[in-house]
């Protein structure tokens, strides 16, 4: 593969996106050298875009972010906006596709290893914009009387991604680094997420 061409967008892309899967596959972040074998090119060329492994990471985990936050938007405006429940409730759905569609970042930023990454505002930007969105329909489900209590918008968003987050942890650190979990346990995941919603309407 030859990207004197292409541009070093294309090889920015490729080599995010090779990132990903190795660390999928082994559960560790790959190094320069092993994403750079894996697109079969001189670890040279790599190093004229990335500055180290570090800016690899920070760059692949913020374009996985970005896909987080893309996947939620669409999720949300194709459901009535008169029904804030139902769309925090495709939000949380989409929030769990992307996860498992991402099982090497999403466990990532939940590890000892990566966890730093969490305090990167920078890197960590299209996720929290996906909970302020969260927050907005919550508060907005208050206004409605679609929520019982009056509790604060900001932490009952922090209580649904902990919940989701949990239950997808749970489920990836049962199986082997790059198999996703079974229908049954998406299954599982949903219905308790839905009894978790249940539980917070009027």
């Not at 999928?24 to 320069?32: E, H, M, N, V, Y």
């Amino acid at each position: 593969m030859t990207y004197q061409n292409r541009g070093s967008r294309n090889l920015c892309t490729d080599a995010t996106s090779a990132f990903r899967k190795l660390l999928t596959k082994t559960g560790r972040p790959p190094s320069l050298d092993e994403v750079a074998a894996a697109l079969e090119i001189p670890p040279e060329t790599l190093a004229s875009v990335f500055r180290d492994e570090a800016h690899l990471m920070e760059m692949a985990i913020e374009s996985a972010l970005l896909r987080l936050h893309d996947r939620c938007i669409r999720a949300t405006t194709v459901i009535d906006g008169a029904d804030p429940m139902a769309q925090l409730k495709a939000l949380a759905d989409a929030y769990i596709d992307w996860a498992i569609d991402h099982p090497g970042v999403f466990l990532a930023l939940h590890s000892p290893t990566l966890g730093a990454l969490r305090k990167n505002a920078r890197v960590t930007r299209f996720e929290q914009a996906v909970i302020a969105l969260m927050q907005r329909l919550i508060a907005r489900a208050q206004q409605d009387g679609l929520l019982a209590g009056r509790d604060d918008p900001g932490m009952l968003a922090e209580l649904i991604r902990s919940f989701i987050c949990g239950a997808l942890h749970k489920a990836m650190l049962e199986r082997l680094p790059g198999e996703k979990p079974g229908p049954g346990d998406l299954a599982e995941m949903r219905e308790n997420l839905r009894l978790l919603l249940q539980r917070l309407t009027a």
